[in-house]
């Protein structure tokens, strides 16, 4: 479990990008701006700071937001890594195989988590709104958004987000309760059908 809230950040900030996260005004205005297409992938640049330490930690790779069926997010930098999300389990995969599996059913925290990523992808913001105090605000196109954790369970699991962006979310910025803040770039990003491989496909199989 002393991993838990390092993969549940990754995993918040990709299904982030599949659409609406907030129900308040301006944030209806937020709302409208976003894409909610079904199938969505692209590129994550990741930057974590942890506390203690000087030297930034980086990654990149791939990601995949599917709607329905779950995120997929795959490290290509430092070393190749692979995390599963579907609605009833976050698994991590590394040379092919099952690294670590958190089953929703038996995990409070990653029950939780699961019910708001697919709160996410569904556009249901009465849970969310219910989970996160929101502020936004939206200027051009442009937004940004501070979403803070109203449960103790929750923001110790994930802390405090900021995001920016315009028809997608563009960037998110955590900082956990421990002091560690990970900030994630998105870039290059494909939707519809020819968004995902087959072999991206088929880890959902």
């Avoid at 390092?6 to 995993?11: S, Y």
């Avoid at 929703?104 to 925290?109: C, K, N, Y």
């Avoid at 990653?110 to 219910?130: E, P, R, T, Y």
């Avoid at 803070?148 to 309760?177: S, T």
Wanted: net charge positive; charged share 20%.
């Amino acid at each position: 479990m002393t991993r838990l809230p390092r993969i549940l950040a990754a995993v918040l900030a990709t299904s982030l990008l599949a659409g609406p996260a907030l129900a308040d005004a301006p944030v209806q205005q937020i709302q409208a701006a976003l894409a909610r297409p079904a199938q969505m992938c692209g590129r994550f640049d990741q930057t974590k700071l942890l506390t203690g330490i000087k030297k930034p930690l980086q990654s990149n790779g791939r990601f995949c937001v599917i709607a329905g069926r779950g995120i997929l997010w795959q490290a290509v930098q430092p070393f190749p890594s692979t995390l599963r999300i579907t609605r009833d389990a976050i698994v991590q995969m590394q040379d092919g195989r099952v690294a670590m599996k958190l089953d929703a059913q038996q995990e409070p925290v990653v029950k939780m988590i699961n019910s708001v990523l697919f709160s996410l992808l569904a556009g249901d913001l009465s849970q969310l709104d219910s989970l996160f105090a929101l502020d936004g605000e939206i200027r051009n196109g442009h937004w940004q958004v501070a979403l803070k954790a109203r449960q103790p369970a929750l923001a110790k699991a994930i802390g405090d987000i900021n995001l920016e962006g315009g028809a997608y979310v563009e960037r998110v910025l955590m900082k956990e309760a421990s002091g560690d803040r990970t900030d994630i770039v998105f870039s290059a990003i494909k939707t519809g059908d020819g968004a995902m491989t087959a072999a991206e496909g088929a880890l959902f199989d």
